[in-house]
């Protein structure tokens, strides 16, 4: 229903209240002035005396039912030529995830992994950081157009975690550091941002940030078996100076 038309339904009504009003002001004084003579009776309304009005409003009503009813149907037949697809998941994730030892979450075509880095504690000007406001590494694995395997992400780190954490990511030639910068200003400990990216093999992709991760956090400080006799990420023997 236009305003046009509602505009004109309720023109109509008022036309239609305004001459039975003016009727009854009329019949009324025409039966105080001829008060010896018995009235005579009224005519019951019929449908040629109101038809008008009450045929626009019944033109109105169904236009309105059929115009809900038409939009309706439009909005089912959209529905149903274009229905919800789920993407496929990729392949290589459950391999991303072995080399991992986590497990990813899908989404849009990507595949996201997040590290909190929870275990420091952060703060500026002596006011804590909660971890949640982004103090955590994050690495998207996603399908190039072209058929390859890319990653693109950031590593959250100590300062002294910083060069660890390049060098990992650098083995076997797969993934280019881009940047290396500070993550904020003034914060303690102090945070470097190590963002990379990366195409290939994603087993091979994989490997480089799983190894990256063990230089920072709590891998990094880690104690090795008993057994073994090699040094773990940050507990390498020092070497005193004579």
């Known amino acids: 229903m236009t305003a046009t038309k509602i505009q004109n339904f309720f023109r109509r009504v008022k036309l239609l209240f305004a001459c039975v009003l003016a009727g009854c002001l009329a019949l009324g004084c025409e039966?105080?002035?001829?008060?010896?003579?018995?009235?005579?009776?009224?005519?019951?309304?019929?449908?040629?005396?109101?038809?008008?009005?009450?045929?626009?409003?019944?033109?109105?009503?169904?236009?309105?039912?059929?115009?809900?009813?038409?939009?309706?149907?439009?909005?089912?037949?959209?529905?149903?030529?274009?229905?919800?697809?789920?993407?496929?998941?990729?392949?290589?994730?459950?391999?991303?995830?072995?080399?991992?030892?986590?497990?990813?979450?899908?989404?849009?075509?990507?595949?996201?992994?997040?590290?909190?880095?929870?275990?420091?504690?952060?703060?500026?000007?002596?006011?804590?950081?909660?971890?949640?406001?982004?103090?955590?590494?994050?690495?998207?694995?996603?399908?190039?157009?072209?058929?390859?395997?890319?990653?693109?992400?950031?590593?959250v780190t100590t300062d002294y975690e910083a060069d660890d954490v390049v060098d990992a990511l650098r083995q076997n030639a797969t993934l280019n550091v881009a940047a290396i910068a500070p993550f904020l200003l003034s914060e303690k400990p102090r945070l470097m941002l190590v963002r990379f990216q990366g195409e290939g093999d994603p087993a091979t992709m994989a490997k480089n940030l799983r190894e990256a991760l063990r230089w920072i956090g709590k891998e990094r400080m880690a104690p090795l078996p008993a057994d073994s006799g090699a040094s773990p990420p940050g507990n390498a023997p020092l070497i005193r100076l004579k």
């Open 31 to 155: 039966t105080a002035r001829v008060t010896s003579q018995p009235a005579e009776p009224l005519a019951p309304a019929t449908r040629s005396s109101i038809g008008p009005a009450r045929a626009d409003s019944d033109t109105l009503v169904r236009a309105t039912r059929a115009s809900a009813a038409t939009s309706a149907a439009a909005a089912v037949a959209v529905a149903s030529a274009n229905p919800p697809t789920t993407q496929a998941a990729d392949p290589a994730w459950p391999d991303i995830d072995r080399v991992m030892q986590r497990h990813g979450v899908p989404g849009d075509g990507v595949y996201v992994f997040t590290i909190p880095r929870d275990d420091l504690d952060v703060s500026i000007d002596g006011m804590g950081i909660p971890t949640a406001a982004g103090i955590q590494s994050i690495f998207y694995f996603y399908r190039c157009p072209c058929g390859k395997m890319s990653v693109t992400g950031q590593f």
